[in-house]
């Protein structure tokens, strides 16, 4: 029983001791600070993939758009029909909202960071226009008929409605 009390008396003296108070206080403060650096850096690494996404959205759409203006130089043909200007709405509406979305966090992100906004890009080289219809276009002559197609190697059977059938036959 002596061991216990003399134990018990260590444990008391180091617990209610000035020392382990201060000692308790400077870990939480310190562990606190760790902790909140931590989540900071955090933030900012997360603010800084926000930029380094945004880049490289912003160099993929230029080396897409200067592919395009190239790609439509060399061929220099108009859409004729309605659809795909209809998706080339629809793409540059998804496009606007994508964006208008993002510009504000970006903002935030980069202003997190301290990286100034970068310089507006310039603007894509505008297509040609397609050229002009002629006023009085040459009349095309018609086309020619279209011929019948040829018989089928199938030879057909006549079937002879007339022919009387006995159900009777075929049943048993």
């Known amino acids: 029983m002596d061991k216990v009390k003399e134990q018990a008396n260590i444990v008391s003296q180091l617990l209610f001791s000035a020392d382990t108070g201060q000692i308790y206080r400077k870990t939480l403060t310190r562990t606190w600070d760790i902790l909140r650096e931590v989540g900071i850096l955090l933030w900012l690494i ?6 380094g996404g945004e880049w490289f959205y912003r160099t993929a759409v230029g080396l897409g758009r200067s592919t395009r203006a190239w790609y439509i130089g060399l061929s220099e043909k108009s859409p004729s029909s309605e659809e795909p200007q209809s998706i080339a709405s629809t793409g540059q509406a998804l496009l606007d909202t994508v964006q208008s979305g993002t510009a504000y966090l970006l903002s935030q992100a980069r202003q997190q960071l301290g990286i100034p906004e970068p310089e507006p890009a310039p603007p894509a080289p505008a297509a040609a226009p397609p050229a002009p ?24 059977v006549p079937v002879d409605d007339e022919v009387p059938v006995d159900d009777e036959d075929e049943l048993a």
């Open 46 to 51: 997360i603010c800084l993939t926000f930029v």
């Open 133 to 156: 219809l002629d006023p009085a276009p040459e009349m095309s002559p018609p086309p020619a008929p279209v011929a019948a197609p040829p018989p089928s190697p199938v030879a057909e």
